[in-house]
């Protein structure tokens, strides 16, 4: 059963959309402007519940105030963070999200003292602006990585390094031409990660 929690954070209030399950605890939040109920998210959701693993879908104070632009990294990060802190939970703890919502992961890991990262479309560039590259995110995570990227993405592919994973599904940012793709490898990386904790 889904527990809807809205807990304060530095920058207002944010909201976790909480289904506990049997092992560890999956957090996954949205992109800049988009919200939790991508297909992508859900999918994933869907499986990570069918496997026993708990899961929560954030939205973000400055989404839960309407807003669409996220702030900068700092302040988003502290309330993302400050959310991750109010959550109890038993076992491994996984953070996650897609394009933005996958960079706040992976800056934040070390700190919430996560097991993983699911990057999904992690946003390595702006498009058509490979020199603004945002690697050093990924490789400031802390944590073994897995980054699931659509073959076209326009915000580029990130490489494959020690401690990340990168699996290339069909389709572009949105991962939604195959989100069977999508599920599938994120579900192996979980449940691995989970059972080495």
Known sequence: MTETLTLDTPAGPGTV???RGDVGLVLLTH?????????DLDA????????????????????AAGRRTPPKPGAQDAAWLALVRELDHDGPLIL?????GARV????????????????A????????????????????????????GERDPFGLPPSAAGRDVVVVPG??????????????????????????
């Open 122 to 149: 992690f946003p390595l560039h702006p498009p058509g602006r490979p020199e603004k590259s945002r690697v050093a995110e990924l490789d400031a995570a802390g944590v073994p990585v897995l980054v699931v990227q």
């Open 105 to 120: 992961a992976c800056r934040t890991a070390v700190e919430a003292r996560a097991t993983a990262v699911v990057a999904l």
């Open 44 to 63: 994933v959701r869907d499986a990570l519940l069918g496997h026993g693993v708990g899961v929560g879908l954030v939205t973000q104070p400055y989404r």
């Open 172 to 197: 572009d940012h949105a991962l939604k031409r195959d989100t069977a793709a999508v599920v599938d490898a994120v579900t192996a990386f979980v449940t691995s990660q989970i059972a080495r904790a």
């Open 96 to 100: 996650g999200g897609r394009s933005n």
């Open 31 to 39: 992109g800049a402007g988009g919200g939790v109920h991508s297909p």
């Open 17 to 19: 959309e909480l289904d």
